[in-house]
C-alpha cells in the first residue's frame, strides 16, 4: 500500500496559491493574472475553476472551518471514552492545522468581512459548533469548572495556537511541543 500522498488537483493549487498571495498582500492587493501565473495558467483560466476572486476565498474559509469542524468530529469519535485523550487529540490537530495553515489564519483575520454574508455566516456557525466540541470535551474533563471559564480557556488557547502566523521561527518540532505543553498547560490551570 502507497503512503504517498495524492498530487494537488489544479483547484486545490489555485486555492494554496491563492491563499498565500492573499495572506502576502491582502484579497485586494492580488489579481487572478497573478495568482494564475502562480500556478502556469492564465488569469482567465482560473475562471474554468472559480467564478472569480470572491469564490476562492469563500471556498478557503469556508473549507477550513468545515475541515476543522470534520477533523475535530472525527478525533472526538476515535479516542471517545478517553477525556484525555480525545483533548490531547484535538489539541495536536489544532496545532497541525495551525503550522500547516498560517496563510488561512492570517487570511481569515484579515479578511472574512469580504465575504458574502450568507459565507460569512456559514464561517461563523460551523467555527461555533467547533468550539462547543472542545467546551464539551474540557468540561468532562473539568466539571467543577463554570461553563463561562470553560469558554474563554478555550478562546485563549485557540488565540495561542493561531498566534502561529507571527511566531519566529523554532523549526517545526520545536513548535509543536511547545505549543503543545502550553496549550495542555492552559487546560490544566483550569483546575488549579
Do not use: C
Not at 469556508?62 to 471517545?80: D, F, P, Y
Not at 478517553?82 to 490537530?93: H, K, M, N, T
Amino acid at each position: 500500500m502507497s503512503t504517498r500522498a495524492a498530487a494537488p488537483t489544479r483547484r486545490e493549487q489555485i486555492l494554496s496559491e491563492a491563499a498565500r498571495l492573499f495572506a502576502e498582500r491582502g484579497f485586494h492587493g492580488v489579481g487572478v493574472d497573478e495568482i494564475g501565473a502562480a500556478v502556469g495558467i492564465s488569469g482567465p483560466g482560473l475562471y474554468r475553476h472559480f467564478a472569480g476572486k470572491d469564490a476562492m476565498l469563500a471556498e478557503l474559509l469556508v473549507g477550513i472551518s468545515e475541515r476543522l469542524l470534520t477533523g475535530g468530529r472525527h478525533r472526538v469519535a476515535e479516542a471517545a471514552g478517553d477525556p484525555d485523550g480525545v483533548l490531547a487529540s484535538l489539541i495536536d490537530g489544532h496545532i497541525d492545522f495551525a503550522l500547516d495553515d498560517r496563510a488561512l489564519i492570517t487570511l481569515h483575520d484579515r479578511e472574512l468581512d469580504r465575504l458574502r454574508e450568507a459565507d460569512r455566516k456559514l464561517v461563523r456557525q460551523l467555527q461555533r459548533q467547533y468550539v462547543e466540541l472542545w467546551v464539551e470535551v474540557v468540561r468532562e474533563l473539568h466539571p467543577e469548572v463554570v461553563e463561562a471559564e470553560v469558554r474563554v480557556s478555550v478562546h485563549a488557547v485557540f488565540g495561542l495556537l493561531n498566534s502561529t502566523p507571527h511566531l519566529a521561527a523554532l523549526g517545526r518540532a520545536a513548535t509543536e511541543s511547545l505549543l503543545r505543553r502550553l496549550a495542555h498547560g492552559a487546560f490544566g490551570a483550569l483546575s488549579g
